[in-house]
Nanobody
């Protein structure tokens, strides 16, 4: 199973970025897909998740600014990040959470840096 994340970069505060994560077809189709982030010296935390039926939930700090979506035809989950703040700076990780007995899968991180 492979998760390939992309789209990170350096942006000024107030700017936007869109992250993408492509997953293998078999796992993507049955998984809740999520984005997590980990800032230096902090624990990894949930940013947003989307179910197979496209029900979404967001962490409070990103509500109203970030939007998670999925394209089932492309096996891809997106995270549109608007009104970025310096505190959004972190490594962002894509996650696939399929039902038991499958394992939980992580992609490689993509760095997002927001300058003030």
């Amino acid at each position: 199973v492979q998760l390939q994340a992309s789209g990170g970069g350096l942006v000024q505060a107030g700017g936007s970025l869109r992250l993408s994560c492509v997953a293998s077809r078999e796992i993507f189709a049955i998984s809740v897909m999520g984005w997590y982030r980990q800032a230096p010296g902090k624990q990894r935390e949930l940013v947003a998740r989307i179910t197979t039926r496209s029900t979404t939930n967001y962490a409070d700090p990103v509500k109203g600014r970030f939007t998670i979506s999925r394209d089932n035809a492309k096996n891809t989950v997106y995270l549109q990040m608007n009104s970025l703040k310096p505190e959004d700076t972190a490594v962002y990780y894509c996650n696939a959470d399929p039902p038991s007995p499958f394992n939980n899968y992580w992609g490689q991180g993509t760095q997002v840096t927001v300058s003030s």
